[in-house]
């Protein structure tokens, strides 16, 4: 099984990009989804999860601006990331946890927030 992240890239401040990650491979009883992010120096952070029966939650620090949502039928989760700020930046990893516990990461896409 495999998690592609699509979707990265350079924005100005307060633009928009919507990330994309498709999981391949059999997986089954995907639990949650969601979105991580590691900026350069600091750790890997939360941002956003969706659940199975499509309850969200997000972090603070994205919450009004960003929005996650599932298509089930395709095993992909998106976020919609609007009003970026330069604090955005960051590499964006997926992650799908199945109803067995089991997390499964994609492998990063970048998001560039500079004029």
């Known amino acids: 099984v495999q998690l592609q992240a699509f979707g990265g890239g350079l924005v100005q401040p307060g633009g928009s990009l919507r990330l994309s990650c498709a999981a391949s491979?059999?997986?089954?009883?995907?639990?949650?989804m969601g979105w991580f992010r590691q900026a350069p120096g600091k750790q890997r952070e939360w941002v956003a999860t969706?659940?199975?029966?499509?309850?969200?939650n997000y972090a603070d620090s994205v919450k009004g601006r960003f929005t996650i949502s599932k298509d089930n039928a395709k095993n992909t989760v998106y976020v919609e990331m609007s009003s970026l700020q330069p604090e955005d930046t960051a590499i964006y990893y997926c992650?799908?946890?199945?109803?067995?516990?089991?997390?499964?990461w994609g492998q990063g896409t970048q998001v560039t927030v500079s004029s």
């Open positions: 992650n799908m946890v199945t109803s067995s516990g089991r997390p499964y």
């Open positions: 969706i659940t199975r029966g499509g309850s969200t």
């Open positions: 491979g059999s997986i089954f009883s995907i639990n949650v």
